[in-house]
């Protein structure tokens, strides 16, 4: 209700109540009706901003909680990403190089993964290239992990080979030699027994009385026998895989036939004085990939490190070879 309004009469000297029309108090219920409207819409539009509604309050907090545990994710995903770069290194710096294996290339590693963008939806929402950022590195620290994964398995392989390399290659000395006394001539240029020029000696001879025997030099696969009357003579040769093969020449008595499997120190002959030769001795040559190399550095199962030293200085003198 509307308060009443007074209005002083200076000729009574008293207040009289003014009466008012009905278009006076109408307009005066327009009026407060207007001012209502007005501040409640106001309030409606003001109040979130100044102040937070439970909901938005909870909301927040919710928010909060969220990038707190994201940053948290993020540093865990650093450690991961350095423990797999020390695995990594240890991959290309040692078990391949045990191996003998390539490292994995750096673009293998860093390869990307490519196609659409994975990540738009993220775009569109707040703190979204947090989650962006996380999940790129969450990508390439499980595309890392896969080739690491995968470069592990070739190793392993590599590994299970290995042992059967070991066993393979050519790695003790063809004929028992304790006091290194029968190494006679060495691979390199040697004076020809009977043409008496310098000429390419392609293995090592070791001088033995007729009769001795000679021992495969590493597992293998008997490839060749021949009964020649110049040149090798009477040789056998063994292929041992991995592109190793060794040759044993001038024989005297030939044990093993082609296709044969012989272990290493198995007797496959003995020595003799057959084919181009001056004595009785064992030539024998190591090929690698059917190149001839020098047997000097193929008798590790036998000696020991002085033996050795004394293998090279003998084999460095120039001596003439019994072919
Ligand atoms: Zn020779």
């Known amino acids: 209700m509307a308060k ?18 009905r278009k006076d108090k109408a307009w005066l219920v327009v009026r407060y009706v207007l001012a209502f409207v007005i501040i409640s819409a106001i309030s409606y539009l003001v109040f ?6 439970p909901e938005v309050r909870k909301l927040k907090r919710e928010n909060q909680k969220l990038v707190e545990n994201f940053d948290h994710i993020n540093r865990r995903v650093d450690n991961l990403r350095l423990v797999l770069e020390d695995l990594q290194h240890r991959d290309d ?6 191996f003998e294996a390539e490292p ?14 994975r990540y738009e939806q993220l775009e569109q929402m707040e703190n979204g290239q947090l989650i962006i950022e996380t999940s790129q590195k969450l990508d390439a620290l499980a ?29 003790i000395m063809p004929i028992s030699d304790r006091n290194l006394t029968r ?15 310098l000429k390419m000696h392609t293995g090592m001879d070791f001088t033995a009385p007729t009769g001795t025997e000679i021992y495969a030099t590493g597992d293998g696969e008997v490839c060749r026998v021949e009964q020649q009357q ?14 190793y093969k060794s040759l044993y020449a001038h024989m005297s008595k030939i044990n093993v036939r082609p296709g044969q499997k012989v272990k290493r120190g198995q007797v496959i002959g003995l020595v003799g004085n057959t084919g181009t030769s001056v004595a009785p001795h064992l030539h024998y040559e190591v090929r690698i990939n059917d190149q001839p190399v020098d047997p000097v550095n193929y008798y590790y199962n036998d000696l020991t ?19």
């Open 4 to 21: 009443p309004r007074y209005s002083f009469n200076p000729q009574s000297l008293t207040f009289t109540e003014e009466q008012r029309s």
């Open 48 to 53: 979130p901003f100044v102040i937070d509604t």
């Open 93 to 98: 710096n040692i078990y391949r190089t045990i």
């Open 104 to 117: 994995v290339p750096t673009t293998v590693r860093n390869v990307g993964m490519g196609g659409v963008d």
């Open 143 to 171: 595309q890392k992990a896969y080739i690491q994964s995968r470069s592990f398995d070739e190793i392993i392989a590599l590994a299970q080979r290995k042992e059967e390399l070991v066993r393979c290659v050519p790695a």
């Open 183 to 197: 190494m006679a001539s060495s691979f390199g240029m040697r004076i020809h027994p009977f043409y008496k020029v």
């Open 230 to 243: 110049r040149g090798y003579g009477h040789n056998v040769m063994i292929d041992h895989g991995f592109g």
């Open 305 to 323: 490190p002085e033996q050795y030293d004394r293998m090279i200085e003998l084999a460095s003198m120039p001596t003439q070879s019994f072919d």
